[in-house]
T-cell receptor
Framework: ETGVTQSPTHLIKTRGQQVTLRCSSQSGHNTVSWYQQALGQGPQFIFQYYREEENGRGNFPPRFSGLQFPNYSSELNVNALELDDSALYLC?????????????FGPGTRLTVT | AQSVTQLDSQVPVFEEAPVELRCNYSSSVSVYLFWYVQYPNQGLQLLLKYLSGSTLVKGINGFEAEFNKSQTSFHLRKPSVHISDTAEYFCPPRGKSSGSARQLTFGSGTQLTVLP
């Protein structure tokens, strides 16, 4: 059983640019959640995708958007990057049917906006 | 909506000593409870979970936690810590409702530092 993977590991962007982060969910999982973790803080929920549709969203502006593909992998897109977007972006997969409720996290993508 | 309070931001403890990391949650609905560990510059690893049943839950690496519904607490314990347990620990609840996103709600975490 493969774990959750994310790419790239690190990324440096300039304010105003756009970025795409990628996540491959764990085998057998159908739900992907994205979290933003600023330095020294706990992760904050961005949004969740279930069967290719957004299934809930946290307090993030529309310039944060996502996709989920038929193979349940996912992308997080951020437009018009701001300095405060610098953070560790975590993807977590889960299987929201049956008796599995825990989320399994990937290693994260460290985004630096200059 | 759920919220969580991790009562200690920093917990220093000597190697082989016992440790308890405190976690209180506040929710108007039933929740599932989890403890995750985050080592420096890494993602989060699931330590243990409480879904239902026995209130004492055993996890990986010798950790255990006890769910106390009346006190809305889910404290994490380990009888003897190792240097390798030095990390950030989080206890996010999530709602059982099927009508909305089942996100984890994180607090600010507890930094456990094990001293030689």
């Amino acid at each position: 059983e493969t774990g959750v993977t994310q790419s790239p590991t690190h990324l440096i962007k300039t304010r105003g640019q756009q970025v795409t982060l990628r996540c491959s969910s764990q085998s057998g999982h159908n739900t992907v959640s994205w979290y933003q973790q600023a330095l020294g803080q706990g992760p904050q929920f961005i949004f969740q995708y279930y069967r290719e549709e957004e299934n809930g969203r946290g307090n993030f502006p529309p310039r944060f958007s996502g996709l989920q593909f038929p193979n349940y992998s996912s992308e997080l897109n951020v437009n018009a990057l701001e300095l405060d977007d610098s953070a560790l972006y975590l993807c977590a997969s889960s299987r929201e049917t049956g008796a599995i409720y825990e989320q399994y996290f990937g290693p994260g993508t460290r985004l630096t906006v200059t | 909506a759920q919220s969580v309070t991790q009562l200690d931001s920093q917990v220093p403890v000597f190697e082989e000593a016992p440790v308890e990391l405190r976690c209180n949650y506040s929710s108007s609905v039933s929740v599932y409870l989890f403890w995750y560990v985050q080592y420096p510059n890494q993602g989060l690893q699931l330590l243990l979970k409480y879904l239902s049943g026995s209130t004492l839950v055993k996890g990986i690496n010798g950790f255990e936690a006890e769910f106390n519904k009346s006190q809305t607490s889910f404290h994490l314990r380990k009888p003897s810590v190792h240097i390798s347990d030095t990390a950030e620990y989080f206890c996010p609840p999530r709602g059982k409702s099927s009508g909305s996103a089942r996100q984890l709600t994180f607090g600010s975490g507890t930094q456990l530092t094990v001293l030689p």
